[in-house]
């Protein structure tokens, strides 16, 4: 996957200085890729006639602080390099997304998509800008591949705030064609005032004072933002919520050239045994991101097993070890973790 760095496109400060120069029209549809947007308060008339999953929503500014870190995971909380947990109320998030072709709407497996946002005082990750310095850090950052059914979930924090901005999630859905990358589509997420303002009671967001910008106040929510607010719902450790989207224009693609996928794994005798989806000719195993050179298709099932020849010795009873797949054009799939049996 190629792999495009972006530390500072914009400094904050030059961000909120354009909002406030230009107004909306300034930032909705940045890069403008493949997608129909919708102005304000209108839905697609795909999502009329089948469900609501096939909404095709605005495409919205990338912002200033989007790092390609490459980080496959689903708990976004940690900061890799210190194991520090970004402390805040627990947000688990789950993406549904769907291909509209036409009047049809099929689930999208095998898109890479990454969120990133800023902890619960307001600062993000690996970037610099204004008052701080967070770079090296990668906290509330990461991405995952859509599985079959077009679904990611992640773990991570309800969002802080920072001046001129709305509380607010950032998200890119990214295909790709060997290592060229085919399709992007950029947005972010909002989050309705009257709930922020109960979340905002406890800490550590109490400790930050009222925050300036609500939704109405901000340029960039007012380009579209009333299409991407989560319907949050509470539970017995956080909160929830789930964003169903549809994307037009999706480079149709042969099953040969999705993501590998892992479904499954288990050892038989030496061996370890690796299932799921698009495995092509040459796949190799990577068992806690070392290559397992003696990774093979299995003759009869060779897009959906791989065989790692010894392998299972290397993994004790009773042990996690995390499990990728990397096809020959260096296309890798999900995580997936795998506890051997006892």
Request: hydrophobic letters at 30%; glycine letters at 10%.
């Amino acid at each position: 996957m190629t792999r495009h760095t972006q530390h500072n496109l914009l400094s904050r400060r030059a961000t909120l200085k354009l909002l406030g120069a230009a107004g909306a029209t300034a930032v909705v549809g940045f890069s403008g890729p493949r997608l129909r947007l919708l102005p304000a308060g209108k839905t697609s008339s795909v999502a009329s006639a089948q469900t609501l999953s096939c909404v095709v929503r605005p495409q919205l500014t990338e912002g200033p602080y989007f790092v390609d870190e490459r980080l496959n995971r689903s708990d976004i909380r940690t900061d890799p390099t210190t194991n520090e947990v970004k402390p805040g109320a627990l947000l688990v998030l789950t993406f549904n997304v769907n291909r509209v072709t036409g009047n049809l709407c099929s689930a999208l497996p095998g898109a890479y998509l990454d969120i990133w946002h800023c902890d619960a005082l307001g600062s993000y990750s690996d970037v610099r800008d204004g008052g701080f310095d967070t770079r090296g850090q990668k906290y509330l950052r990461g991405y995952q591949i859509t599985d079959p059914s077009g679904s990611v979930r992640f773990q991570t924090i309800y969002p802080g705030w920072y001046s001129g901005r709305t509380v607010h999630i950032h998200f890119k859905i990214r295909l790709f064609t060997g290592t060229e990358e085919s399709y992007e589509f950029t947005s972010q997420l909002f989050f309705d005032d009257a709930f922020t303002d109960q979340v905002y009671t406890q800490g550590p967001y109490n400790s930050r004072g009222t925050r300036n910008t609500r939704n109405t106040q901000d340029g960039i929510f007012n380009g579209g933002g009333s299409q991407l607010i989560l319907d949050i719902s509470q539970t017995t450790q956080g909160y929830a919520a789930a964003f169903n989207i549809g994307l037009e224009g999706v480079p149709s693609t042969d099953e040969s050239s999705a993501a590998p996928f892992i479904t499954g794994a288990s050892i038989s005798s030496k061996r370890l045994l690796v299932t799921g989806q698009n495995f092509d000719n040459g796949a190799k195993i990577y068992l806690n991101g070392e290559r397992q050179k003696k990774t093979e298709n299995d003759e009869t099932n060779p897009a959906n097993l791989l065989i790692a020849r010894k392998s299972g010795n290397l993994i004790n009873a009773g042990e996690t070890v995390m499990l990728q797949v990397r096809n020959a054009d260096n296309t890798f799939s999900n995580q997936y973790s795998f506890t051997r049996s006892e």
